[in-house]
């Protein structure tokens, strides 16, 4: 029997934003290569009234097809309207306004059996909308910012907390994220731990040497994986960088928070030891984990970051804060180390990896257990449980 599964998520790929919510994309994909799963994604976009919709960042959204194949996969791209920085509460229910009639019709072509939402705001208000008019069981995976931030929002948490609580079932991309969720009084008994993967073929190791060599680095180099946000920690790492004489550090993101990097940089005197790489088309980012001696991410908040698991594939130990799915991850000393959010600290941990470089293999070995096969396994078993107590 065919598990057909609508997928709503606002992280997702397009043409005019290629890297984001790349992992929401793989994790589809690899749902929909499994024998009886039928995926429809659907991908609101949001876009506010004009002149800013004439912007050039929501005129590439605008140009998009409103239908699509992606990847193998069949994406839906409905608009509904925002209003930035101010709008967060209401997008719930202007998404749903917009996309109710799509997912009626094509509910009533071929009928759905489960909602998998990817995200908890606006996706998981938005799912319990649709399934209180159409019927269909949900499910919602919290990632990170989506309980720390929406569910933390005194205008956004009753949403969320109302969003698990008429759930089905809820995946967490960490135990650490289970028991945030827990202590918000949402059902632990609801939730299941649900890990990201990797593509381990394509995140290997790799002669540092020689990808330093193709891509111009010299020296000890210090990557930053992430996008430019004060959240992500990425000040902590220039106020480091006078304690690393001859380290290179490089961010691979962007974001507004560059410009206050980059003066932050000047006035320490290290703006030469810095690059910023802008963002880096996922297939390119092995290639700079390579290059890297340590992967560096001082967040104040995470779920389980990819870019963790990504540089560990890659044999690149990582320098993290306390936060999320780190204890999870780093279960052997040579994998990196757990820092406080502190430039002594951080430069300290990084300076002994410089020293002390530990065995590729075994830093790799960390991320095998993350594969896009245990995590497909895990969503199928969880999306035919959530349709049969639908069902039932």
Known sequence: MTLNVLMLSTLFPDMSRPNFGVFVERQARELASREGVRVTVVAPLGVPPW??????????????????RWQDLTVYRPTFPIIPKFGGR?????????????????????????????????????????????????????????IHYWGARNDTRKMVKRAADDAVGLLAVSGAMRRSMTRMGIDEEKIRVHYTGVDLDRFEIADRAAAKEALGFEGPVVLCVGALIPRKGQDLLVQALPLLPG????????????????????????????????????????????????????????????????????????VITDVGGARELLDRPEAGQIVAREPEAIAAAISDILINPPDREAVRETALR??????????????????????G
Request: charged fraction near 20%.
């Open 51 to 68: 002149p800013l919709s004439a912007t050039k960042r929501y005129a590439a959204l605008r140009a998009l097809p409103r239908k699509e």
């Open 90 to 146: 209401l997008n719930v229910g202007s998404m749903t306004r917009a996309i109710l009639p799509l997912v009626r019709q094509l509910h009533q072509q071929q009928p759905f059996d489960v909602i998998d939402a990817s995200f908890f705001f606006p996706d998981g208000p938005v799912a319990q909308r649709l399934s209180r008019a159409l019927g269909i069981p949900y499910s919602v995976k919290a990632r990170g910012a989506d």
């Open 247 to 318: 380290v290179t550090l490089l961010f691979a993101g962007q974001g507004q928070y560059r410009r206050a990097l980059e003066k932050l940089a000047a006035d320490l005197g290290v703006d030469r030891r810095i690059g910023f790489l802008g963002s880096v088309p996922h297939d390119r980012l092995p290639r700079i984990y390579a290059a890297a001696d340590v992967m560096a991410l001082p967040s104040s908040s995470e779920g389980l970051a990819n870019a963790w698991v990504e540089a560990l594939a890659c044999g690149t130990p990582i």
């Open 370 to 391: 993350f594969t896009w096969a245990t995590n497909g396994d895990t969503l199928v078993e969880h999306l035919h449980g959530i349709a049969a107590k639908g069902a």
